[in-house]
């Protein structure tokens, strides 16, 4: 996909929204786990299954609402190789369905591993005279504190693959300001860190206008994100933070540009966890996850027209 | 292990060397691969089989010179889960020949993703009632661009499990400076990094004085490593740069105290290269990587002298 691409889905859908999928087996409901664990015992593969079913089946109920999907890949990698197997499984089964799949791994290496790892998710790893499309993603969220040169190995597949890089800019967490806003000359570094995924992208904007480098940024502070927004109208914003951590339509409408364009909202325990506000066991976890994600539709509707 | 008992270990074998493991096939010597490409075919299992088979054949080679090793994640994870099966594998055989082991993930992700992640690096990850130990790595590198919150869910294990987080001061990469050397009021962003490590590790010192919250400095910025040394002088270095990136023995040695003390250098590709510059086919890999290991311990020697 590309930048473009992903505009285009969120304009059909008329829905900026991202799901994120962090799955973890407290929050899986029960009958999902008992399943798993039936067929493939306590183990670390019946664990992953049961990700697996609980993601593949959120998948399969929110495609008419959601065009993108976020995969946290620390929750998979705290299952080990099964869980990155079942997070490979999960992504194809999500591109299959048409969604943008977004990787959020927040790493950043640099040189010949930053290399490896930008072949590993967005191109095919060459055994021999076999190639392996591993994780298939469409973009990645990538932390940009080593400079350029843990971004530039990134870039090829940006410009000749229609893949995307955002950048960590300002996070949703508290504790954000501690780095990203301390003060240097006329800037902070989140604007310092804005002004490098400009430069990275510089070669690389869409027909929308927008960058295929675009920017994390979090939906809890919202003049910052007001100030970014007018400040860097070419790069395109993921936002977390929505919902469990604080994050309101009313505060994300920033993010948006005039047009209702630029930008896509993401939760995820506001819409997988959503179940659990219900009081029951999770049988209903599917009707819970799309009541949330129409909720969340309508009330960033409120204030985003996207035309 | 704990802060602590790595420095034993270097004071032990008078041997301040960490060997990076960044597989990656073609580094790999022919044997090796032809070998795990004859019994598991051209395939990810058999790619991984190859790193697991060079990986542990360095690892006992060097084990009477080098006290720790790092595992660089993202080579492994970019083999999938064969990739990640054999990190694990090789993690735990480098823990059994008495090696401190370092998880070089260079990640940043907050809340219940850190914990989650947390969890799975340093302790168990619980599937019904039975506790898996996944990676048991002794340390970890973390990017603390996220502040505080990103680093909270580690330290439980730092202050009662005697591991150790590793924090991204000064990169060894030249555009370092584009983001770390942002001059803020009278630090820079890299000196604000290493206040934070000091905070987090505030109540987490070892009896040598060095806090089980280290960092990550670059050896190919000598007279920022000289600053950060006299400057921070209870967080312990992580050294990388040296070698095959152009960081040297009269560099690195403003990396340790008086004592010979506070830092272990790190070095990859020069070591488990090492064969590739005899000009042959990596038969001797073995002989080359133990000899860069000892010249590499014989040149800092020059100038550090650990007590």
Request: hydrophobic letters at 40%; proline letters at 3%.
């Amino acid at each position: 996909m590309s930048i473009d691409v992903l505009q285009e889905r969120i304009r059909k859908l008329k829905s900026p929204i991202m799901v994120g999928l962090d799955p973890y087996l407290p929050i899986l409901p029960r009958h999902i786990v008992r399943d798993a664990f039936d067929e493939y015992g306590q183990t670390l593969r019946g664990a992953a299954e049961a990700y697996y079913r609980f993601c593949t089946e959120l998948l399969d109920r929110l495609s008419p609402i959601v065009p993108a999907v976020k995969l946290q890949s620390a929750c998979f990698e705290a299952l080990g190789a099964d869980g990155i197997n079942q997070m490979q499984r999960i992504s194809k089964y999500a591109k299959e369905l048409g969604y943008y799949v977004l990787m959020d791994s927040m790493r950043g290496d640099v040189g010949s591993v930053a290399e490896i790892y930008a072949q590993a998710v967005f191109g095919s790893v060459s055994v021999g005279e076999t190639a392996y499309q591993l994780y298939d993603c469409d973009g990645l969220t990538v932390n940009g504190y080593l400079g350029s040169d843990g971004i530039k190995p990134f870039l090829p597949y940006c410009k000749h693959d229609g893949k995307n890089v955002f950048i960590l800019l300002k996070t949703s967490n508290k504790s954000s300001r501690e780095v990203q806003d301390l003060l240097s000359g006329d800037r902070v570094v989140y604007t310092a860190m804005a002004d490098l995924a400009m430069r990275w992208g510089s070669d690389l904007f869409g027909k929308n206008g927008y960058s295929e480098i675009g920017a994390v940024v979090g939906a809890t502070f919202p003049q910052t994100m007001k100030l970014l927004r007018e400040k860097y109208d070419r790069l395109f914003f993921v936002v977390p933070g929505y919902g469990a951590q604080g994050g309101t339509a009313k505060n994300v409408q920033f993010a948006f540009d005039r047009f209702g364009h630029g930008a896509i909202v993401s939760a995820s325990r506001s819409i997988i966890c959503a179940w659990q506000k219900d009081g029951g066991d999770g049988e209903n976890y599917l009707d819970c996850a799309e009541e949330a994600a129409l909720k969340m539709k309508a009330d960033i509707g409120k204030y985003v027209v996207i035309l």
